[in-house]
């Protein structure tokens, strides 16, 4: 059971540079969500997706992208890498935001460092 | 934007020490989440709850949801050492905030043997 992956798991970026951090989930979950993890902070929601083709922004969405072309791939874009993105950030998925369910399944999580 | 604030931050504790730790808010949830993360993991669901005054158990772990939807506490009672990670409460406020949920800061635990 592979769940929530994410590569790579860690990466250093030089102010500026642009990458995308991969998730794919293999759990025909039709809802997946971006956060990011600063210490002390909790886990704030980047950006969100309900389904193929539709994408949301969430609490803190400046400075990244996303995509979902396919109801198992969500990438996550940083477009011009700042020091402020240094974090772990962490993919996850749901089977619906509706109804009596609340669980997210994540991903092992991306540490990112931005010099 | 909508806000939980965990308590304790950190908590030392002996093995076979009941722990407790709670989250407030000063809006409505309409469910609230207890995740663990164990370090280099993501977080990882312990308890559910559904409705205003639901207490629910998961082995030695009980959480409440508070009556006025706006707290909720975790209990881990007799702990081990395999306790240690960070908790965090979270809360899914629903209507067109459905499946996004708000985290709290976390409370990091420690158990020593």
């Known amino acids: 059971n592979a769940g929530v992956t994410q590569t790579p798991k860690f990466r250093i970026l030089k102010i500026g540079q642009s990458m995308t951090l991969q998730c794919a989930q293999d759990m025909n979950h039709n809802y997946m969500y971006w956060y990011r993890q600063d210490p002390g902070m909790g886990l704030k929601l980047i950006y969100y997706?309900?389904?193929?083709?539709?994408?949301d922004k969430g609490e803190v969405p400046n400075g990244y992208n996303v995509s979902r072309s396919t109801t198992e791939d969500f990438p996550l874009r940083l477009e011009l890498a700042a020091p402020s993105q240094t974090s772990v950030y962490f993919c996850?998925?749901?089977?619906?935001?509706?109804?009596?369910?609340?669980?997210?399944?994540f991903g092992e999580g991306s540490r990112l460092t931005v010099l | 934007g909508q806000q939980l604030n965990q308590s304790p931050q950190s908590m030392f504790i002996q093995e076979g020490e009941d722990v407790s730790m709670n989250c407030t808010s000063s809006?409505?949830?309409?469910?609230w989440l207890w995740y663990k993360q164990d370090p280099g993991e993501g977080p990882v669901l312990l308890i559910a709850?559904?409705?205003?005054?639901e207490l629910t158990s998961n082995g030695r772990l009980t959480a409440q949801f508070g009556i006025t939807r706006k707290d909720s506490f975790l209990n881990i009672s007799a702990s081990i050492p395999s306790d240690v990670g960070i908790y965090f409460c979270?809360?899914?406020?629903?209507?067109?905030?459905?499946?996004?949920?708000?985290f709290g800061q976390g409370t990091i635990l420690t158990v020593h043997p």
């Open positions: 709850l559904y409705k205003a005054g």
């Open positions: 809006s409505i949830f309409n469910t």
């Open positions: 997706s309900v389904g193929a083709g539709i994408t």
């Open positions: 979270a809360g899914d406020a629903g209507g067109t905030s459905y499946g996004k949920l708000t």
């Open positions: 996850a998925s749901s089977f619906s935001g509706t109804g009596n369910t609340g669980e997210l399944f």
